[in-house]
T-cell receptor, first 110, second 116 residues
Framework: KNEVEQSPQNLTAQEGEFITINCSYSVGISALHWLQQHPGGGIVSLFMLSSGKKKHGRLIATINIQEKHSSLHITASHPRDSAVYICAVTSPYNTDKLIFGTGTRLQVFP | DAGVIQSPRHEVTEMGQEVTLRCKPISGHNSLFWYRQTMMRGLELLIYFNNNVPIDDSGMPEDRFSAKMPNASFSTLKIQPSEPRDSAVYFC??????????????FGSGTQLSVL
């Protein structure tokens, strides 16, 4: 079993829909990262969370440390949101090491 | 700032050849990470440096892989000799502090390596 599990693996949506991507992890962590990988391959760090909720534009990330679960929400989705979203957690043994999920591929159609 | 700069963007080489990947972190960032991404294994940390010193290289797959950071503005990842199973995208990333201190990572564009 992977230490970081994401669901769903693939997601399609119509423009304007509200989207939720989930991340569950099995190890103790100090922080969780959400990354976005564009079709061209570039990776952008969206959020770093250790508790609660963070919002940036149409993106909202939440984390529940007790339940070992995080969600990434996209409100009013747009085709430019089409990308792979990757969850990563800090290793319990070394907080500079990230353990990555396998990613959720999102396609938003106009 | 130009961001994290990696070169080359694409590298095609033959098995047995030496490959050198290069990375220039964001100025002022003192943590640098090398990651590898494959379809089978996703993203994996190979090695990281803090203040130019290698901190953890446990992710380096074999002795064929080596990394250096001779100064704060340059790092290399070398594969010698290269093998087809090394084919992957190699990303360099930097951050202004250790990841534990609430810092985001900034990624380079990656080097797509194909070993024939």
């Amino acid at each position: 079993k992977n230490e970081v599990e994401q669901s769903p693996q693939n997601l399609t949506a119509q423009e304007g829909e509200f989207i939720t991507i989930n991340c569950s992890y099995s190890v103790g962590i100090s922080a969780l990262h959400w990354l976005q990988q564009h079709p061209g391959g570039g990776i952008v760090s969206l959020f770093m969370l250790s508790s609660g909720k963070k919002k940036h534009g149409r993106l909202i990330a939440t984390i529940n440390i007790q339940e070992k679960h995080s969600s990434l929400h996209i409100t009013a989705s747009h085709p430019r949101d089409s990308a792979v979203y990757i969850c990563a957690v800090t290793s319990p043994y070394n907080t500079d090491k990230l353990i990555f999920g396998t990613g959720t591929r999102l396609q938003v159609f106009p | 700032d130009a961001g994290v700069i990696q070169s080359p963007r694409h590298e095609v080489t033959e098995m047995g050849q030496e490959v050198t990947l290069r990375c220039k972190p964001i100025s002022g960032h003192n943590s640098l990470f090398w990651y590898r991404q494959t379809m089978m294994r996703g993203l994996e940390l190979l090695i990281y440096f803090n203040n130019n010193v290698p901190i953890d290289d446990s992710g380096m797959p074999e002795d064929r892989f080596s990394a250096k950071m001779p100064n704060a503005s340059f790092s290399t990842l070398k594969i010698q000799p290269s093998e087809p199973r090394d084919s992957a995208v190699y990303f360099c990333a930097s951050s202004s502090q250790r990841l534990a201190t609430n810092e985001k990572l900034f990624f380079g564009s990656g080097t797509q390596l194909s070993v024939l």
